[in-house]
């Protein structure tokens, strides 16, 4: 089909994988993203906070650069779980954001110019859809809380040498585990958010509202009830909970020992909350819908 | 994982394309239907469809609500048989539904864009989506929108098109990659005559290709007409007629519509005497067949012998709305 020959032909060439497709995705929703300069600045600065780590980790082995700037190794944060997890939970409040930024316009644009059909009708799946929409949440929350994260570990472990990284090797694994916890539950409630709610900024509103009306919701039930199940509805208080325990840590919300919820109990009502959010994906994501 | 489909292209794929050549129609039919029905609910769309289509251009015919776009979406595999199935290029819908759709190409009926992108980059990124390499899904994004005539608004947003060049642009992402099957849904909805025109062009250009087979949904019986050799009319969600246009034109013989004045059936019986076939139609007018040797002369000796005035005699053939109005009329349904 060459251009001065206006004749229709096939196209026989070498095709892609089909494994791969999904990346097709988020490659062509970045150039949309990156577009907007607020959003380019934003992610921009979300390597602050491993750059300033990384520095802090360099002078706690630099004793020469403490001595420049008056310092001594004990007036520096120690390197341990709670570096690693205060990091962890910074970023990941940053990767809330970044969701809140994209994420809102991800389905809901297609869904407003009937574009699923155009997705559906090629050897394109809804599961690879919605893969490909999450994917571009996943990559870029990845990009600022495990990838740095994982780097700044390596950097802590190369400087402090075999007996540390012995004694601390969990601390990888639970920044790795911390973080695509947060990067499913975020790219899965945005896309669900996106499916439904068609206006942006009701569904930027929406995300936020989640966890604060959750939070409120929870709270209110313990306070009254003097419960600890109230926490269930709460997903600040799961998402903290199951943190904590990835982090072999206890209760770094500080909660009445009443109020503490069980770590199995947080993590069965994450996976019905992604369960619902599926449900609620598998209703809205069709090439067109049925009214029966 | 390599799709096979790239790898072992059949013979009716990698034949140069030259125009019109016979042995391009493939072997297997296009679409076979094996008792499909589609239920949204407990409400009947789609009713036991059975049949065979080979022809190259599928023309797909019903009033409103008759299960016309329903079909095509179950073909795509949007809405699953609630029994039967059916195959494309011998494949089984329910079954093989991700390989079929890797050789179809959909124009839907609805306006379907995805928002702030350029025309090209919204065809590359269909072509993409069918399989093809960035670099391969770019340079046939080119050559279809210069195929459609978007050539030269290429880098324009979509949301600035006209509702022609909208559809344009639909056309070009459904053969962007160059698919063996090409569902149109209502191709020429909402254009202006000249636009029409140039959708029908291309659609019987790539008809004549004989690259790729064409199901054209229209309630336009004209656009049907002007592109395709098969037809098949639904209605109530049930085939009512199926016919191969293109037999049917060289079959149809033509015969004479005359309307008289005067008693009919005698001078229709006696021209049946004569060995040619006849229908009474309406109230004044009757069909005839007009056998080998028998002249118009005649017709008028007979009229004169039996007191019947022939006020209009002319030559007919049966064309594609009689085919449609009468299937209509058949059966349970009203237009």
Avoid at chain 1, 176 to 202: D, P, Y
Avoid at chain 1, 266 to 292: H, N, P, Q
Avoid at chain 2, 110 to 121: E, G, K, L, Q, Y
Avoid at chain 2, 166 to 179: N, S
Wanted: hydrophobic fraction near 45%; aromatic fraction near 10%.
């Amino acid at each position: 089909m060459a251009v001065y020959e206006h004749t229709y032909k096939p196209y026989a060439g070498p095709l892609t994988p089909e494994w791969s497709r999904f990346l097709i995705i988020p490659r062509h929703a970045y150039r949309d993203v990156f577009k907007s300069k607020l959003f380019t600045g934003f992610f921009a600065l979300c390597f602050v906070c491993p750059l300033v780590m990384a520095i802090l980790v360099y002078l706690r082995h630099n004793v020469a650069a403490l001595a420049v700037l008056n310092l001594k190794p004990g007036d520096m944060v120690s390197i341990n779980s709670g570096f690693f997890q205060f990091y962890s939970a910074f970023q990941s409040g940053l990767g809330f954001l970044l969701t809140v930024l994209i994420g809102p316009v991800l389905i809901s644009r297609d869904l407003a110019n009937n574009a699923l059909p155009l997705y559906l009708c090629r050897p394109f799946s809804r599961a690879e859809y919605v893969i490909g929409k999450m994917s571009v949440l996943m990559i870029l929350i990845s990009a600022i809380t495990w990838v740095p994260g994982l780097l700044l570990f390596t950097f802590e472990a190369y400087l402090e040498g075999g007996s540390w990284i012995a004694s601390n090797y969990w601390i990888a694994g639970s920044i790795f585990a911390v973080s695509w916890v947060w990067i499913i539950l975020l790219s899965l409630l945005s896309v669900t958010m996106s499916a439904w709610v068609k206006w942006r900024m009701a569904a930027s509103a929406g995300l936020f509202g989640l966890f604060i009306i959750s939070n409120v919701m929870g709270l209110t039930i313990n306070g009254v009830l003097r419960t600890r199940w109230g926490s269930l509805i709460n997903l600040t208080v799961i998402m903290k909970t199951i943190e904590d325990s990835l982090f072999r840590d206890v209760n770094t919300m500080d909660l009445p020992q009443w109020m503490v919820l069980p770590t199995s109990a947080a993590w069965i009502m994450l996976g019905l909350f992604l369960a619902f959010c599926l449900f609620l994906l598998t209703r809205k994501v069709r090439a067109y819908e049925v009214v029966r | 994982m390599e799709n096979p489909l790239a790898r072992t292209p059949e013979p009716v794929e990698t034949v140069d394309a030259s125009p019109k050549t016979p042995e391009l129609v493939p072997a297997a039919p296009v679409i076979r239907l094996d008792g499909l029905s589609v239920t949204f609910g407990k409400r009947p769309i789609l009713i036991d469809l059975r049949g065979e289509f080979r022809g190259r251009a599928i023309g797909l015919l019903g009033p409103n609500g008759a299960g016309k776009t329903t079909l095509i979406h179950a073909l795509l595999g949007f809405h699953p048989p609630s029994s039967g199935t059916a195959h494309i290029f011998g494949r089984d819908i329910r079954t093989d539904a991700k390989q079929i759709r890797g050789r179809i190409g959909y124009m839907p009926e609805r306006d379907s864009f995805i928002a702030n992108m350029t025309c090209v980059h919204f065809v590359r990124l269909m072509a993409e989506l069918s399989g093809l390499p960035p670099d391969a899904a770019l340079e046939r994004a080119h050559e279809a929108l210069f195929y459609v005539g978007l050539g030269e608004a290429r880098y324009r947003k979509l949301g600035t098109y006209s509702l022609g060049m909208k559809q344009l642009a639909k056309l070009a992402q459904a053969l962007v990659h160059g698919p063996r099957l090409i569902f149109l849904d209502e191709p020429t909805n909402g254009l202006d005559p000249p636009a029409r025109q140039r959708m029908l062009e291309l659609i019987r250009q790539i008809r004549d290709s004989g690259q790729a087979s064409i199901v054209l949904s229209s309630h336009l019986l004209r656009d049907v007409e002007e592109c395709c050799e098969e037809i098949l009319i639904v209605k109530q969600g049930r085939i009512a007629v199926y016919c191969n246009l293109e037999e049917e034109r060289r079959a149809n013989r033509k015969f004479l519509e005359i309307e008289t004045r005067g008693p009919r059936e005698p001078f229709a019986e006696a021209i049946a005497a004569l060995g040619c076939e006849y229908a009474l139609t309406t109230e004044h007018r009757l069909k005839v067949v007009l056998q080998d040797g028998v002249e118009i002369r005649d017709l008028y000796r007979i009229a004169a012998e039996q007191q019947v005035q022939i006020r209009r005699l002319n030559f007919k053939r049966d064309s594609l709305e009689d085919i449609f109005l009468k299937a209509m009329e058949d059966g349970n349904g009203s237009l």
